[in-house]
Nanobody, 123 residues
Framework: QVQLVESGGGLVQAGGSLRLSCAAS????????MAWFRQAPGKEREFVAA????????DYADSVKGRFTISRDNAKNTVYLQMSSLKPEDTAVYYC????????????????WGQGTQVTVSS
């Protein structure tokens, strides 16, 4: 079992930056791939970015490439999402996901999910 807790959300002006954190814990935590998803009102939950356990592979949605960076600190069991050049379209609840199989964190069928953190970008 893996528990995920997101933090770092808030209100930011367009063009600004924000860093989200997701701390993982649990009795069965072991070599999990991690990812970020987001869901805006009236929209489907969408994939944002993912990173493998080793950090050797990462993937990004086209909408955030060049603006967002996913990274992890395994010593702290934490994954980060550094967001820059934020746009109003980035406004959403951001969710952290984890799974021991990398491909599973690329979709909404990931085994573990956090509670979400709100990111609001004003124009």
């Amino acid at each position: 079992q893996v528990q995920l807790v997101e933090s770092g959300g808030g209100l930011v002006q367009a063009g600004g930056s924000l860093r989200l954190s997701c701390a993982a814990s649990g009795p069965t935590l072991s070599s999990v791939a991690m990812a970020w998803f987001r869901q805006a009102p009236g929209k489907e939950r969408e994939f944002v970015a993912a990173v493998s356990w080793t950090g050797g592979r990462s993937d990004y949605a086209d909408s955030v490439k060049g603006r967002f960076t996913i990274s992890r600190d395994n010593a702290k069991n934490t994954v980060y999402l550094q967001m820059s050049s934020l746009k109003p379209e980035d406004t959403a609840v951001y969710y952290c996901a984890a799974d021991r199989i990398y491909l599973r964190v690329l979709g909404t069928n990931a085994g573990y999910w956090g509670q979400g953190t709100q990111v609001t970008v004003s124009s």
